[in-house]
């Protein structure tokens, strides 16, 4: 089957510890973002890349980092330095940057420990 | 200002009725626009894109009013599982896109 996923479902964080959500896609798509929701509120986004190693910071880009080594892989690292990690987690894909529609993975919840 | 809003809700409806609810932009050169639909803890999916003509989709009518710079969303013969959080999306194009999403309304349909 086709589509993007995310893992782990839910994961815990210690304090000072850096964790890694996973995000996949087999749709063959050039752009790839991910997004943080918090409980009431619409996504905001973390950062985003168009390209295979290349990426670029979104609006809330501290204390989180990415790498896009290849193109079906996004991972998301999210730093001892992000002091309120806790969140709903959203990997997204599309075709072209911003023009095409958006495709979610199941998303992964982050809770501080 | 924010860059999108939508109000909040919750709009709370019996089954059958007809609901619409609008999503402002400010920026009036965003050139696409999307509704999403987002379930509770769950991942949020497209429900329709919007058109400068206006789109329908069975019971969804999604239209766009580039003057006063909206969308909207229409939903007919609202059913049980209508109830969720529909989210607006808009993006513009400059010297690298921008794609704003709405923090959503939440619809909550009664038997």
């Known amino acids: 089957d086709g589509g993007i996923t995310q893992s782990p479902k839910y994961l815990f964080r210690k304090e000072g510890q850096n964790v890694t959500l996973s995000c996949e896609q087999n749709l063959n798509h050039d752009a790839m973002y991910w997004y943080r929701q918090d409980p009431g509120q619409g996504l905001r986004l973390i950062y985003y890349?168009?390209?295979?190693?290349?990426?670029q910071k979104g609006d809330i880009a501290e204390g989180y980092s990415v790498s896009r080594e290849k193109k079906e892989s996004f991972p998301l690292t999210v730093t001892s330095a992000q002091k309120n990690p806790t969140a709903f987690y959203l990997c997204?894909?599309?075709?072209?940057?911003?023009?095409?529609?958006?495709?979610f993975g199941p998303g992964t919840r982050l809770l501080v420990l | 200002r924010k860059e999108v809003e939508q109000d909040p809700g919750p709009f709370n409806v019996p089954e059958g009725a007809t609901v619409a609810f609008n999503c402002t932009y400010s920026n009036s050169a965003s050139q696409s626009f999307f509704w999403y639909r987002q379930d509770c803890r769950k991942e949020p999916k497209l429900l329709m894109s919007v058109y400068s003509s206006g789109n329908e989709d069975g019971r969804f009518t999604a239209q766009l009013n580039r003057a006063s710079q909206y969308i909207s969303l229409l939903i007919r013969d609202s059913k049980l599982s209508d109830s969720a959080t529909y989210l607006c999306v808009v993006v513009s194009y400059s010297s690298a896109s921008k794609i704003i999403f709405g923090s959503g309304t939440r619809l909550s349909i009664r038997p």
């Open positions: 890349s168009q390209i295979v190693n290349d990426f």
């Open positions: 997204a894909s599309s075709g072209t940057s911003g023009g095409e529609t958006q495709y």
